[in-house]
């Protein structure tokens, strides 16, 4: 059990370019999850995989944001033309489906975005 | 509905106090109720989770208590160490999704 795998642990990246991030889940876990973090603030949810199926989408994730979980492992968060107000950390979480050893959830060390 | 409220927002206590995190909900279908520790620059750490058919819960150190009917939930660490300071969150869900609604965050020191 190597734990959530995120790549990159850091992005600086300028206005309106595109970024991309992978999350690694732990194997096994089916439910996968991305989570958005400002500083000083809770984790706030942005959308979740059950396998490779995406279940819902917080109203969060605008049209620039996009996410896949092919295959239902590896999963990537995409967003397109990059805002100042993107900056934040993206976490990724994974779990069984719920019901199936209990809710636990882990989280990833979480890709951490700067817009400049 | 979907609000976890936290408090307080910060806390300070002298090592082998008792810090006590205070969280409140509203939406009655959530039956999962998990608290995080996370340090600075590192994703959020499960810590001790409860659901509501009992009223407390101690792993370690750490409890939980719970009061269903006022929708209400707190965190207790006995005998706090300095290595306990780190930013705690409060969380809820329900089973069918399992998707966390997090609290505000509280950041604990604990002065040597």
């Known amino acids: 059990d190597t734990g959530v795998s995120q790549d990159p642990r850091h992005k600086i990246t300028k206005r309106g370019q595109n970024v991309t991030f992978r999350c690694d889940p732990i194997s096994e876990h089916n439910r996968l999850y991305w989570y958005r973090q400002t500083l000083g603030q809770g984790p706030e949810f942005l959308t979740y995989f059950q396998n490779e199926a995406q279940l819902e989408k917080s109203r969060l994730l605008s049209d620039r944001f996009s996410a896949e979980r092919p295959k239902g492992s590896f999963s990537t968060l995409e967003i397109q033309r990059t805002e100042q107000g993107d900056s934040a950390m993206y976490l990724c979480a994974s779990s069984f489906k719920a019901g199936e050893s209990g809710n636990t959830i882990y989280f990833g060390e979480g890709s951490w975005l700067t817009v400049v | 509905q979907q609000q976890v409220k936290q408090s307080p927002q910060s806390l300070i206590v002298q090592k082998g106090g008792i810090p006590i995190i205070n969280c409140a909900y509203e939406n009655t279908a959530f039956d999962y109720f998990p608290w995080y520790q996370q340090f600075p620059g590192k994703g959020p750490a499960l810590l001790i989770a409860i659901r509501p058919d009992v009223s407390e819960k101690k792993e370690g150190r750490f409890t939980i208590s719970f009061n269903k009917s006022a929708k209400q939930f707190s965190l207790h660490i006995m005998d706090s160490q300095p290595g306990d300071s780190a930013t705690y969150f409060c969380?809820?869900?329900?089973?069918?999704?399992?998707?966390?609604?997090f609290g505000q965050g509280t950041t604990l020191q604990v002065k040597p």
């Open positions: 969380a809820a869900s329900t089973t069918n999704t399992g998707k966390l609604i």
